[in-house]
Nanobody, 126 residues
Framework: VQLQASGGGWVQAGGSLRLSCAIS????????MYWIRQVPGKEREFVAA????????YYGDSVKGRFTISRDNPKNMAYLQMNNLKPEDTAVYYC????????????????????YGQGTLVTVSS
């Protein structure tokens, strides 16, 4: 199973970006999908999660009201719409997947997910 995040780039503060996560090797309908981010030199931070059919979503406190996680099971894709971006959102963003809900207190460790992908860099300038 492979997860590939894309859509990162450079944006000015207040702007928007949409990240995509493509999953290959299995269907995602039985997986929670996650976004995690890491600022160089800092611990990874839980960003968002979405349940199997999108009927429940979870967000880190720092992104609530600005970011929206979504998924398209037939396309085996997950997304992260990021609005009103701030310089402190600058990080490498990773997508991950797991059959269950990974508690936010454990969300920062890649080993706690069944599948973890490569990241995409988001840079927000002030």
């Amino acid at each position: 199973v492979q997860l590939q995040a894309s859509g990162g780039g450079w944006v000015q503060a207040g702007g928007s970006l949409r990240l995509s996560c493509a999953i290959s090797g299995r269907t995602i309908s039985s997986l929670y999908m996650y976004w995690i981010r890491q600022v160089p030199g800092k611990e990874r931070e839980f960003v968002a999660a979405i349940r199997w059919f999108g009927d429940a979503t979870y967000y880190g406190d720092s992104v609530k009201g600005r970011f929206t996680i979504s998924r398209d099971n037939p396309k085996n894709m997950a997304y992260l719409q990021m609005n009103n971006l701030k310089p402190e959102d600058t990080a490498v963003y990773y997508c991950a997947a797991d059959p269950g809900l990974v508690e936010s207190s454990m969300a920062s460790s890649p080993g706690n997910y069944a599948y973890y992908g490569q990241g995409t860099l988001v840079t927000v300038s002030s």
